[in-house]
């Protein structure tokens, strides 16, 4: 059994940058890869990032450039840092990751962007 506890979320001006964190504890496990979702009013939850195994990792066309994801193995935890931040960057934020017999999620945190 794993939990999730995501932070780093907040209000911040357009142009701004945020780092959200996401630490996994829990017995033994191991992570395979980790995600971070999104979900901003009226809309349907959207895929933001990926990170895999080996660290490779993808993102949404919308983010390209502006946010990064990354892991740390021995902290058990995935981050999301976001730059150059844009009021359309607004949402609850959900990271996910995949052990080797299932995926879990953190409660959201939510990241406001003012113009």
């Known amino acids: 059994q794993v939990q999730l506890v995501e932070s780093g979320g907040g209000l911040v001006q357009a142009g701004g940058s945020l780092r959200l964190s996401c630490a996994a504890s829990?017995?033994?496990?191991?992570?395979?890869?980790g995600a971070w979702y999104r979900q901003a009013p009226g809309k349907l939850r959207e895929l933001v990032a990926t990170?895999?195994?080996?660290?490779?990792?993808n993102y949404a066309d919308s983010v390209k450039g502006r946010f990064t994801i990354s892991r740390d193995n021995a902290n058990n935890t995935v981050y999301l840092q976001m730059n150059s931040l844009k009021p359309e960057d607004t949402a609850v934020y959900y990271c996910?990751?995949?052990?080797?017999?299932?995926?879990?999620w953190g409660q959201g945190t939510q990241v406001t962007v003012s113009s």
């Open positions: 996910s990751v995949k052990t080797l017999y299932r995926a879990y």
């Open positions: 829990g017995d033994s496990f191991v992570i395979n890869a």
């Open positions: 990170i895999s195994t080996g660290g490779t990792s």
